[in-house]
């Protein structure tokens, strides 16, 4: 079963790290009740959901996807390149330590997990303002005994390479081609978001299900005329802080006693 780690909004989200948008005003309890919506719509689609340990005085704490990359055979917990976050990792790792065989990245290695893109055994990994070429080639190392390929990826215009583009199905990907080349990835097949939502590239794929942000009807339209499965979440307020729908989970395969234990 898959289990999807979640953080509790915090109160203090307002402080986010901001990169390419402007500072807008976050009301904290829309942003909690749609982070919920968020979570159930995970249930829904079959995950078991855990929180991990609230961290109210951490502002971007919801955005868990950002401190580990989760694969079956081991997790690498990362250095964020926001200084701001790195405090948020300690507790990722304290609740993987019995889930998988844990491995960091280390100074002056940088490394965001939103820029950690997995198709099958291939890790697209952005370079970006939040992961460096030292955090790319440490994850090179740590995940090539287990038979990863990484390969480093320019984008543009946008935070993650995950907000660039993401995966819809094994074979399908969802890209923005403002922000990478649809070329970039030849050995997949891929939908472009409608030209009328930009940032609209983000969507969570679960086995049989996608889960897509609401406000983008046009490119929901498109995905769902390519045969998935479409379900909308509100997740607006969230995306005041500069966060998408992978940001807020880790999603990991584990059995089901592990589940319970959790
Ligand atoms: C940040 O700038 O780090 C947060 N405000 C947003 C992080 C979003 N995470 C993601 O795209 N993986």
Redesign the pocket.
Known sequence: MILALTRAVSPRIGE????YLERSAIDVNRATAQHAEYEQRLRESGCVVHRLPAAPELP?AV?V??AAVVLDELAVLTRPG?AS?RAEVPSVAETLRPLRPLRFIDAPGTL???DVLRMGRDLFVGTSGRSNRAGIEQLAELVGVAGYRVHPLPFQGC??L??AVTAVSETTLLVDPRCVDPLEFPAFQSIEVHPAEPLAANALWLDGVVLYPAAFPLTRRRLERSGSHVMAVDASELAR????L??CSLLLQVDEGMAAAR
Do not use: I
């Open positions: 986010c790290e901001l990169t971007d955005f996807e950002d926001a976050r965001d997990g939103g935070l993650h995950k907000s802080a500069e966060g998408g992978t940001c």
